[in-house]
């Protein structure tokens, strides 16, 4: 009996594992950075897990919405965002770490589908979002979506995956 119940214990061990797993590989996302409308800021970094990245630039708008953005091909899905940007109004350089939620893979891979407001054709063809949002006190949000933005669409989704404060040093 002894013989039956290691194997069967290992196996079942083995399966909670693979089962707890729970970030993988999207085949195509899109990532962006956004900012509060009016807030100019220039992104220096947005980096994800310390090993892959995306090109940042100037942002002045808006909130939870794809701006600039650069399309993903075969990436685990994040666990952390490191981002840097400097506040042209405050004259700062914010920087900082947010964890993101694993149950984003799941989310992204199970995004519903939304319709267009003119034609109300159903847009089944759904791209992940991920949009890192850089507030102009130091916030940092983690957001996905279904729809760059609300306009024109109706049933756009947008899951909070993570929050965060960065930290701030004078820009010299």
């Not at 089962?19 to 590989?25: D, E, I, N, Q, R």
């Not at 759904?126 to 850089?134: E, K, Q, R, S, V």
Request: hydrophobic letters at 40%; proline letters at 3%; charged letters at 25%.
């Amino acid at each position: 009996m002894d013989k039956f119940i290691k194997p069967l214990i290992s196996i079942a061990c083995a399966l909670l594992l693979v089962g707890c797993s729970t970030t993988g590989k999207i085949d195509y996302m899109v990532v962006s950075g956004s900012t509060d409308e009016g807030n100019d800021i220039f992104a220096t970094l947005i980096e994800f897990d310390g090993r892959w990245s995306v090109p940042a630039g100037a942002m002045s708008c808006c909130r939870a919405t794809a701006g600039a953005m650069a399309g993903v091909y075969g990436q685990k899905f994040p666990e952390k965002v490191a981002v840097e940007w400097l506040d042209k109004s405050e004259n700062r350089i914010y920087y900082g770490e947010v964890a993101i939620d694993k149950a984003g893979y799941k989310l992204a891979k199970n995004l519903p589908a939304y319709s267009w407001v003119s034609t109300e054709e159903i847009e089944k063809n759904i791209t992940p979002y991920l949009i890192i949002g850089m507030g102009e006190t130091g916030e940092i949000k983690v957001w996905l979506t279904n729809a760059r933005s609300e306009r024109n669409r109706i049933g756009r989704v947008l899951h909070e995956l993570g929050s965060g404060q960065a930290q701030w040093r004078e820009n010299k």
